[in-house]
């Protein structure tokens, strides 16, 4: 069914409720952080949910908070809100040595292997990765697959950075997504406005309730003056931006460089390349990228 490799599999009967497991999971890295104390080895287990039906009202509000079209095909970056929560499964268990609490989400990448429609029902698994070495700590991948019956659809591997931690078993290496801090080739001529409540409107699509992308107060309190929104809307509007251009197969590298403060006006751009597209989300005043995507066809 799947291409991830041979491991136990804790199947669910269904996806889990995203927010009980957003606060286990940053509980528990409150606590490992106090106790000094916490599992030394990754878990090798597959989390697995089967024929997860799609929720046609729920695509339609995420398309309109990221800036898509209504449409029957959903994006690929849907399929990552999909599986989020087998994500917080499994950062949340009492096995995983890291929690939500202090991960910084600083690459992904995803291959949606042929369109899929909202009507579909799929399959999920996430797993996580070899943990590999960074200078600044240690970088955890989550991976992630959607099937429809045998046939692997939809890839994606999440690079979290676990910032000052070791663990054993980290093999050296950059990992799946290269990429340079900013495209200068790129001109970014359009300007997005995000307003103050753009997390909250993101956060009741996606899931994701992460308080530093809806309160002030605990922004403030993992060193952020004001909310962030989430890297995967920003990811997502890039692919909306782009929609009516991308292949029915195509692969997207994304690369986190510096969080958008809310409200914030940015500066979007895309430039052609042989095969695909180069964008990246930068300041309102050119001076810094925020995120930086490149498409190819597959």
């Avoid at 999971?25 to 990754?42: D, E, I, K, N, Q």
């Avoid at 959903?74 to 609490?101: C, E, I, R």
């Avoid at 309160?215 to 890039?238: C, D, E, N, Y």
């Amino acid at each position: 069914m799947t291409g991830l490799p041979d491991r136990e599999v804790e199947l669910l009967d269904a996806l889990p409720a995203s927010a009980p497991l957003l606060l286990r999971s940053l509980g528990a890295g409150v606590t490992r952080r106090v106790t000094g104390r916490r599992p030394a080895t990754l878990p090798v287990r597959q989390v697995r949910v089967h024929d997860v039906t799609q929720d046609v009202a729920r695509l339609a509000a995420y398309d309109r908070v990221c800036g898509f079209g209504v449409r029957d095909r959903v994006p690929a970056t849907w399929l990552h809100v999909l599986a989020f929560p087998l994500q917080l499964h499994l950062l949340s268990a009492d096995d995983s040595p890291f929690a939500l609490a202090g991960l910084v989400h600083v690459t992904n990448t995803m291959t949606l292997h042929r369109p899929v429609t909202v009507s579909e029902a799929v399959t999920l698994a996430v797993s996580y990765g070899t943990p590999r070495e960074h200078r600044r700590g240690v970088l955890l991948d989550l991976v992630a697959e959607a099937s429809v019956g045998d046939e692997v659809v939809w890839r994606g591997v999440s690079s979290y950075l676990v910032r000052g931690e070791t663990l054993p078993g980290t093999v050296p290496g950059a990992g799946e997504v290269d990429l340079p801090v900013d495209f200068p080739h790129v001109p970014t001529d359009n300007v997005w406005r995000l307003p103050a409540g753009l997390g909250r409107a993101y956060a009741a699509v996606s899931g994701d309730a992460n308080p530093i992308h809806l309160s002030p107060l605990a922004a403030k309190a993992f060193g952020f003056p004001r909310t962030i929104i989430h890297g995967m809307w920003t990811q997502a509007r890039v692919l909306a931006a782009l929609d009516n251009r991308l292949p029915d197969a195509h692969r997207i590298d994304a690369r986190f460089t510096k969080p958008i403060l809310l409200p914030s006006t940015v500066r979007f751009g895309a430039a052609a390349t042989p095969t695909g597209y180069d964008s990246v989300v930068r300041s309102r005043d050119g001076e810094r990228s925020h995120l930086v995507v490149r498409v190819s066809r597959v």
